[in-house]
């Protein structure tokens, strides 16, 4: 069970970054689309592997199926075309910028890895307890529930506004 | 048992008896949607291949098989074939959390007759509804086509905006039973205590959407052929083309299990724990009634199908967000009420 799960951990892994590297390097916005998709399968599968189930299948019912179908509809909608080469649009801004950002990467790394490269090697054996929609659930509306009405009340807000603002444009 | 049998055997099995048992289904469903289409519109329909037309569909494919594979010129050609295999794998993988019959006693170990038993089955069976609308909206605009276009995108905004009444029709089962598990939601039905009648406005919202959700009439528009041509799969022929054939199939079928598990009480057949009978024999009765159960849903599909014409556009918009998400939020409003008061 154990080479198995380490099997699997590398697979899905490796594919996760594979495919999110293929998403930021394709031309065509579908394409895109397609390759972080596919990253959400992987990273639904990670959790899988942390006995996360519910998490997991959330991952794909909200991020796959439902917010990726309406990215997908609204590059259909726009009929955007490829995007141009890289070498058209580098500036030296761009360069410094990545470099930069690989910086920042390595840092982020080293940090994470210093602070946790020893705890946390081992999947908790109540993880499959905590994981649960039930257990889930009590802690959400009961010892969290003043910020998950808070969180609510601000998409309730946000969604209001993006109808206002697309009302004006369309008046 | 060892850990190779008991982990990947017995489940490999599984899954080939089931996917061979679903494709049968579909190749019967075929037939007999044609057949009734044919009684219906007082013709014969096919009765010319094997007994009573049986072997139509074998013939069907057959033909498919010799026909030629276009793929237009200025098509995405990954995408134009990735998109009927996204179909069929998800129509197919549905099924895995599906309970059959209570679980065997063979050979001093238990067999539970479900591919999958996790403790997340409905939201596994709602995630992969939700992903269904891939496979027709790739291939609508991977066809560079204007009518696939248009089926793709009228399917994609038809199946977001009646997925939500089906997830919130769905709420319901969820706070009667307290559970995600589809193997004790169908425990709980024993007797006559079946889903419908506690939900009856839930089995109402979800059977309709499960119509939007298949694609079929009266909520075909992605693929109105007085509209559209063929919608999304204009551009489709041969095997491909015979993929989304089979998907549509497969749907249905996949639909009416998950309708039957839900709201019909699944394998249950009233008070047969009751009778006496040997364990063994009590699971295969299960299976027979849910195979028949799944009959009456399927049949009810193409009964719908061939009496009641398509919606409009606006029609089916204004039903999808005006009433049937109200009605379902209503439903789940006063079914919370009710459990928590006689908790």
Known sequence: ?171 | MPAAVQYIIIPLVKVVLIQITLLIGVALTVWLERRTAGFIQDRYGPNRVGPFGLLQPVADVVKLFMKEDIVPEKANKFIHSLAPAISVTIALSTIAVIPFADPIQLFGSEFKLQIADVNIGILYILAMVSLGVYGVTLSGWASNNKYSLLGGLRSSAQMISYELSMGVAVLGIILVNGTFELDTIVQNQAGWKWNIILQPVGFLIFLTAAFAETNRTPFDLPEAEQELVGGYHTEYSSLKFALFFLSEYANVIVSACVITTLYLGGYQFPYLQTFGLSPVLVSILQIITFLIKIFIIVFFFIWIRWTVPRFRYDQLMVLGWKVMLPLALANLTITAIIVTLLK
């Open chain 1, 1 to 171: 069970m154990e080479n198995i799960q380490l099997i699997l951990y590398t697979v899905f892994g490796v594919l996760a970054i594979f495919s999110a590297i293929m998403m930021i390097t394709r031309r065509n916005p579908i394409a895109s689309a397609l390759w972080l998709i596919f990253n959400f399968f992987m990273i639904s599968g990670l959790y899988f592997l942390l006995r996360a189930q519910f998490i997991a299948i959330i991952q794909i019912l909200v991020y796959a199926g439902a917010i990726m179908v309406l990215f997908i509809f609204v590059i259909m909608l726009l009929k955007l075309t490829d995007e141009k080469k890289l070498s058209e649009i580098m500036t030296y801004q761009k360069i410094t910028a990545i470099l930069f950002s690989i910086l920042l990467m390595a840092l982020l790394v080293f940090t994470v890895y210093v602070n946790f490269a020893d705890k946390y090697t081992e999947i908790s054996t109540e993880a499959e307890t905590i994981s649960k929609a039930e257990n889930l659930g009590r802690e959400l509306f009961l010892k969290y529930a003043f910020p998950i009405e808070a969180i609510g009340l601000l998409l309730l807000a946000t969604i209001v506004g993006a109808v206002v603002l697309a009302k004006k444009k369309f008046e």
